[in-house]
């Protein structure tokens, strides 16, 4: 096989589906996929941020509305989205923090509607339109591995992602199965905190981080890109944290 096409990692006209990219973490990615010359489309449950995204996107670029907590709409994207090369999740839900005497588990469950079971309906209905070389890459969170009090759901959420990416990756060889493990990022999934307890918390995190700041979406977005690209990685959870599991 001659090498150069072995190696080919380019993203140029490459299909890249990415669920949760009109805002925060996805739409940074989107940003970032497009420049590498891929064709993007946007998928959310929020018609009037996938069309404040499309403007700032290329030119081609389309998007669609689609409620990430329900599985027939996600199952009817699919059906009719044709064959692409990567799949992105990076979908959200502003996070609320609760020690588990203060958790009401019905509302804690919903919580996994569209972190986990939208991911896993995704993946499910996608696989099979994904083209020959292409790759799925989920989202995670270092709760998993560093979680404080009250991050019970949140380390919950994201134990299952890293182990569901592990599962596919065997299951569904040779698509290539990843996930990408954010620290804190300043994003919108903050928005759910007063202001003061958000810039307390961007704050502390800044003083307690190895690289002294907070993450910013497009850092995330670069591991994104860096998956698709990467033939030869599969079942792993990438960590981009600024070095919060070591302190």
């Not at 499309?54 to 989205?81: C, M, N, R, W, Y």
């Not at 309906?121 to 989920?138: E, M």
């Not at 709760?143 to 991050?151: C, F, I």
Request: aromatic share 8%.
């Amino acid at each position: 096989m001659d090498i150069s096409i072995k190696f080919n990692q380019s993203l140029k006209n490459k299909r890249v589906i990415i669920l949760g990219g009109s805002s925060g973490i996805g739409l940074a990615t989107a940003n970032a996929t497009a420049a590498e010359g891929a064709n993007v489309v946007i998928v959310s449950g929020n018609q009037s941020r996938i069309d404040s995204a499309l403007k700032e996107l290329p030119h081609g670029s389309t998007g669609f509305a689609v409620d990430l907590s329900k599985e027939e709409q996600i199952k009817q994207f699919f059906e009719s989205a044709g064959k692409f090369d990567h799949l992105v999740y990076t979908a959200g839900e502003n996070l609320t923090l609760h020690t588990i005497n203060d958790t009401d588990i019905d509302e804690a469950r919903t919580f996994f509607n569209i972190r986990y079971w939208g991911a896993f309906a995704a993946v499910k209905y996608g696989a099979p339109n994904i083209n020959a070389g292409g790759a799925i890459s989920l989202i995670s969170g270092t709760a998993s591995l560093r979680p404080g009090a009250g991050w019970s759901v949140a380390s919950s959420i994201c134990g299952a992602m890293e182990g569901f990416v592990r599962a596919m990756a065997v299951e569904l060889a040779p698509i290539r199965v990843n996930s990408v493990v954010p620290g804190v990022i300043k994003t919108n999934l903050w928005g759910g905190m007063s202001e003061a307890d958000r810039e307390g918390l961007f704050k502390s995190q800044s003083e307690a981080l190895l690289l002294k700041r907070v993450g910013e979406a497009e850092d995330v977005a670069l591991a994104f890109v860096y998956l698709m690209k990467q033939q030869f990685a599969t079942g792993q959870n990438i960590v981009i944290d600024g070095g919060a599991v070591l302190v």
